[in-house]
């Protein structure tokens, strides 16, 4: 499994090769959608990327859970986590290169 990240410099750079936009438009409108998506986030909708996927916001309660090391248990705060859903497309298309 390779360890490669993609930037945003290279997002950038991508829409600047397809779109054909300045480097600097291109920079900005993918700050302008990123901006987009994380605003929606923060306030807990539901963001979906056709043939790629949803992200969404879920709400967890507080838990205990146990220190490994030494088993105490410990109070788990509540808390909201970020959840991406891949679509059916996308997945298809992950699994087809296996």
Do not use: H, W
Request: hydrophobic share 40%; proline share 4%; glycine share 6%.
């Amino acid at each position: 499994m390779s360890e490669r990240t993609i930037t945003r410099a290279q997002l950038s750079e991508a829409i600047y090769q397809e779109v054909g936009l300045s480097r600097n438009e291109s920079a900005d409108l993918l700050e302008m959608v990123l901006d987009e998506i994380s605003q929606a986030l923060v306030q807990e909708e539901v963001v979906k990327i056709s043939s790629f996927g949803s992200f969404s916001v879920r709400r967890k309660g507080q838990r205990v859970g146990r220190n490994p090391k030494t088993g105490e248990e410990v109070p788990i705060l509540p808390r909201r986590v970020l959840v991406f859903r891949p679509s059916q497309l996308l997945k298809g298309r992950i699994n087809a290169k296996a």
